[in-house]
Every structure is written in structure tokens, then in C-alpha cells.
């Protein structure tokens, strides 16, 4: 901690960080100070609402799927005689039919075949499932038109061959997507187990942030954060406490500070955390917690402030939570949750695996930067004529304008390696497909 930090002194620590990070620093400082905390309990969740909820334990599948061996296409189950290389025979005896949900009870001999339909078991001794446009089925029998062109096992999907029973269908710590709740269906399970949803207390703070419906006073402006905040938490699958906006108090922020760590898990507020004078959150978040680290080498949201409320949280203890200063302006907002907070929500969450996706691109034009901090534009990436990823920005990156956000699809990063880069330079790129 720098000098500065160590004036805010709290009873308990959480912490063991120095001075002002980079954001590698700080995002390993974040996963680092809360990897041992208490995940959320579980609960079970019924099959038709897994999206976005993290697995507690792992799915075993308990039985085969399919749990039939079963033919692909529509047309003609055969029985190849099996010895005889890949040539075989163009005419077989129709001596039956296995439609979907009926099979067709019969072991075949070599040389006799069924009608088959997609889905459908099977039958004992057949090898082979012809497609039904290449062949001609007659009074007893069936004709293949190309008998060069069958093979044994074609078009034959086998019973287990997507998941085998007691094989580990989906791992724990996975978040569950469309594809897994589809997977778990296929089980025939009701339910699994989760972990419970995060509970996170959002609040805005600031004298001239007034709320929508109100008039809008000189020197003030619509309060933006707590939306934007809102929304992520909410694509993030957690459930989120609307603290609405505080003054510039710090006695106020200190008691809604210690009140929300008792009914939430996480608290996030936005604004209030620079130089200013008005700016009281770390110095209320002293008087109710301690502050593991503020400030980074990030542009924009470099004010950024993470801590603990309470008492140690590597413990179970329901009257503490984690704390995210997040920095007033709003693009800060949306790039440090993004870069910082998303992350350690995501491990409190129980989520395993999860990184953030960062691509390589060619800068499309000038993009300014300073050595020593990591700074993050807002991107359009495309591809050229020739393949090649590319990005442009959006234009004027102040802070301020959330426009910027809106016509963006990626977050250009410029590490503190890098000062300016030029046109042609390369970068690397987040794109917004998992939050935005
Ligand atoms: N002397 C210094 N001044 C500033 C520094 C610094 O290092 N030294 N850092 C600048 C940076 S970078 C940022 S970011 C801001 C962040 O400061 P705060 O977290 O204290 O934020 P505020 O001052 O409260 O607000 C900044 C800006 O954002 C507007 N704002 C705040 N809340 C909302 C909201 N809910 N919805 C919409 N807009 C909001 C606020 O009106 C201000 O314009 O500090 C710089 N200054
Ligand atoms: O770095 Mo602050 O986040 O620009 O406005």
C-alpha cells in the first residue's frame, strides 16, 4: 500500500498490496485476495432456467445418448454380408420396418433389410443404413442403385456416442449456456445443482447526479451509472440491490456502506473516489472496512478502488462483502467493471476456466497511449479484403462519452509496454460478445 492507502487503516485485513498497480497487477490482486472466500451456497435449478447459472457439482450422465444405436438418415436398413470387402450385393429382402419410437423386434440375416426412419433403433444384424434417395424398393425387396457406394456402419449413430452413462456430461464451475441446458435435458434430469446468485448492492454517488423523471437542475446530470451497472450484473446472472444515489456525505456513505455488506455479497458504487474534495468514498469505506488497493495505470478508471466492508471474508461472515469504487465517469465505469470487476465476480460466482478473450489486431489508425499505463479505447474490428482482423476506434475517447461505448463492439488495449501506436501497429482486442 502507498503511504496515502495506510492512512486508511481497518481492523482487519483482507490485503497484502502495494502502491498503485497495472492492471495485470491489479486484476491478479483482486482474484488473488478473494480465491479462498466462501462461494455462494448451492440450490437446485430446474432444467428450464440453467442459462447463466454457474454448476456446483459436476453432471454424471446416467445413462447412454444415444440411448439407442440408431439410424441418421430416412431409407434402408442392411444387413452386408461382412466378409466381402467393400463390394456388396445391389438387391436385399424387405422384411420389415423400424420407425422412430418403434423398432422393429427381428434379428436380420445377411441380405435382408428393413424400411428405417431417422431416429429409429437399429435392428439386431443390420450393419449398414442406406439413404432413401438411392434406392428403389419393390415387392419384397429393396434395390440400392451404387452398391460401390455402401459401407458398413454408415449412417449408424451408436448408443453412447455423444455421452457414455456415469461420463462427466458438464464439469462444475461451468457456466451453463443454451447448448449445456440442452445437453442436461438430454439426461432426462429435472434439476442440478447451482450456485446461489450473487447478491450485489449497486449504488451512484454524487450532489449533481439526479435521477430519471426528475428535472434536470444547473450543474447536474442524469444518473447513467447505476444503469449501465445494473445491466452487466444482471447478463452476469446476479442479483442486484438498487441502493440508488448518495450525497457527498461520507457519514452517509459509511452507514449505506455497512448496511448493504449485511444483505449483499459485493457492493459497487460509482464516482466519489478521485482527489476531490467532495470525493469521500475511500475515506467512509476506511471507517467500515479497509481498502485493499486504489488507484491503477488504466486510462480511463484509473481512481478505481477495491476493498472489503467488515470483518475478514475469507470467513464465513454474513455481515461483510467486497467493495468495487468504481470511478464516476462513465466509459471508466463500464471499462473497469468490464477489465477488473468481472473477473472476481465471475470467481465469486464459482465459475472455473474463465479468462478474459484478448485478440490480436491491426490498428487501423494512430491510437494514443503512454508507457507505463494500459490504456483502452473503444473499437469497431473488422476484417480486411485480405482476412486480417482490424480496428479503428470510435472516434473522441473522452471519458465522459458513452456514445463511445454504444458504436463500439470491442475494447482496443495499448499495454504500458506500448506508447503511441501507429497505424498498421499491432494491439490486442476484447470483444464485447460476453457482456455487451
Ligand atoms: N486532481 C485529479 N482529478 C481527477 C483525477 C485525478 O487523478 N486527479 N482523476 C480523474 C479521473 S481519471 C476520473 S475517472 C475522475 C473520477 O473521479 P470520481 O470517481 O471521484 O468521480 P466524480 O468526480 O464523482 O465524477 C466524475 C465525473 O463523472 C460524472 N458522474 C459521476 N457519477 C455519475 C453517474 N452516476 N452518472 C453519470 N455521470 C456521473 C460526474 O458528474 C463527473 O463529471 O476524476 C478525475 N479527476
Ligand atoms: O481515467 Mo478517468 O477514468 O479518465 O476518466
Known amino acids: 500500500m502507498s503511504s496515502e492507502q495506510n492512512t486508511y487503516q481497518a481492523s482487519v485485513s483482507c490485503f497484502d498490496q502495494p502502491g498503485q498497480l497495472s492492471v495485470q497487477q491489479g486484476r491478479q490482486a483482486l482474484l488473488d485476495a478473494i480465491v479462498s472466500a466462501k462461494h455462494p451456497g448451492r440450490i437446485r435449478q430446474p432444467i428450464a432456467e440453467l442459462v447463466g447459472s454457474v454448476?456446483?457439482?459436476?453432471?454424471?450422465?446416467?445413462?447412454?445418448?444415444?440411448?439407442?444405436?440408431?439410424?441418421?438418415?430416412?431409407?434402408?436398413?442392411?444387413?452386408?454380408?461382412?466378409?466381402?470387402?467393400?463390394?456388396f450385393p445391389s438387391e436385399y429382402q424387405l422384411v420389415g420396418k423400424a420407425l422412430a419410437g418403434h423398432g422393429f423386434d427381428g434379428e436380420l440375416e445377411t441380405g435382408q433389410a428393413?424400411?428405417?426412419?431417422?431416429?429409429?433403433?437399429?435392428?439386431?444384424?443390420?450393419?449398414?443404413?442406406?439413404?432413401?434417395?438411392?434406392?428403389?424398393?419393390?415387392?419384397?425387396?429393396?434395390?440400392?442403385?451404387?452398391?460401390?457406394?455402401?459401407?458398413?456402419?454408415?449412417?449408424?449413430?451408436?448408443?453412447?456416442?455423444?455421452?457414455?452413462?456415469?461420463?462427466?456430461?458438464?464439469?462444475?464451475?461451468?457456466?451453463?449456456?443454451?447448448?449445456?441446458?440442452?445437453?442436461?435435458?438430454?439426461?432426462?434430469?429435472?434439476?442440478?445443482?447451482?450456485f446461489k446468485p450473487l447478491v450485489v448492492a449497486v449504488f451512484s454517488t454524487g450532489d449533481e447526479v439526479v435521477a430519471q423523471g426528475q428535472p434536470l437542475p444547473p450543474h447536474s446530470i442524469y444518473d447513467t451509472n447505476r444503469y449501465s451497472l445494473i445491466a452487466l450484473l444482471k447478463k452476469l446472472h446476479c442479483e442486484v440491490i438498487d441502493l440508488g444515489i448518495l450525497p457527498d456525505q461520507e457519514e452517509v456513505l459509511a452507514k449505506t456502506l455497512a448496511d448493504a455488506a449485511v444483505k449483499s455479497d459485493v457492493v459497487i458504487s460509482s464516482g466519489g473516489v478521485s482527489v476531490g474534495v467532495a470525493d469521500y468514498i475511500k475515506t467512509a469505506l476506511a471507517r467500515v472496512g479497509e481498502i485493499g488497493f486504489w488507484r491503477m495505470n488504466i486510462r480511463p478508471g484509473r481512481p478505481?478502488?477495491?476493498?472489503?466492508?467488515?470483518?475478514?471474508?475469507?470467513?464465513?461472515?454474513?455481515?461483510?462483502?467486497?467493495?468495487?469504487?468504481?470511478?464516476?465517469?462513465?466509459?471508466?465505469?463500464?471499462?473497469?467493471?468490464?477489465?477488473?470487476?468481472?473477473?472476481?465476480?465471475?470467481?465469486?460466482?464459482?465459475?472455473?476456466?474463465?479468462?478474459?478473450?484478448?485478440?490480436?489486431?491491426?490498428?487501423?489508425?494512430?491510437?494514443?497511449?503512454?508507457?507505463?499505463?494500459?490504456?483502452?479505447?473503444?473499437?469497431?474490428?473488422?476484417?480486411?479484403?485480405?482476412?486480417?482482423?482490424?480496428?479503428?476506434?470510435?472516434?473522441?475517447?473522452?471519458?465522459?462519452?458513452?456514445?463511445?461505448?454504444?458504436?463500439?463492439?470491442?475494447?482496443?488495449?495499448?499495454?504500458?509496454?506500448?506508447?503511441?501506436?501507429?497505424?498498421?501497429?499491432?494491439?490486442?482486442?476484447?470483444?464485447?460478445?460476453?457482456?455487451?
Open 55 to 87: 454448476l456446483a457439482e459436476d453432471v454424471i450422465s446416467p445413462i447412454n445418448v444415444p440411448a439407442q444405436t440408431n439410424a441418421a438418415m430416412d431409407g434402408f436398413a442392411l444387413a452386408l454380408p461382412e466378409a466381402s470387402g467393400d463390394s
Open 114 to 194: 428393413v424400411t428405417i426412419t431417422t431416429g429409429a433403433p437399429v435392428p439386431a444384424g443390420a450393419n449398414s443404413v442406406v439413404m432413401r434417395e438411392i434406392c428403389q424398393p419393390g415387392e419384397g425387396v429393396v434395390l440400392i442403385e451404387k452398391p460401390e457406394s455402401l459401407r458398413l456402419n454408415d449412417n449408424i449413430r451408436q448408443a453412447g456416442e455423444d455421452l457414455a452413462t456415469g461420463q462427466v456430461a458438464v464439469k462444475a464451475g461451468t457456466r451453463l449456456t443454451p447448448a449445456h441446458q440442452g445437453l442436461i435435458a438430454s439426461l432426462g434430469l429435472t434439476d442440478v445443482a447451482v
Open 304 to 436: 478505481f478502488a477495491f476493498g472489503c466492508i467488515g470483518a475478514d471474508l475469507t470467513q464465513d461472515n454474513a455481515d461483510s462483502a467486497w467493495f468495487f469504487g468504481l470511478p464516476g465517469n462513465p466509459v471508466a465505469v463500464m471499462v473497469t467493471f468490464m477489465q477488473l470487476a468481472q473477473p472476481a465476480l465471475r470467481l465469486l460466482q464459482g465459475e472455473t476456466g474463465w479468462q478474459l478473450q484478448a485478440i490480436p489486431a491491426i490498428a487501423s489508425e494512430k491510437m494514443r497511449s503512454r508507457e507505463g499505463r494500459t490504456d483502452f479505447h473503444r473499437g469497431i474490428f473488422s476484417l480486411s479484403a485480405e482476412g486480417q482482423l482490424q480496428v479503428q476506434t470510435t472516434g473522441t475517447q473522452g471519458s465522459g462519452i458513452l456514445r463511445s461505448m454504444t458504436e463500439a463492439n470491442c475494447l482496443i488495449e495499448i499495454g504500458d509496454e506500448h506508447g503511441a501506436i501507429a497505424a498498421g501497429g499491432s494491439v490486442k482486442i476484447y470483444p464485447f460478445a460476453d457482456l455487451l
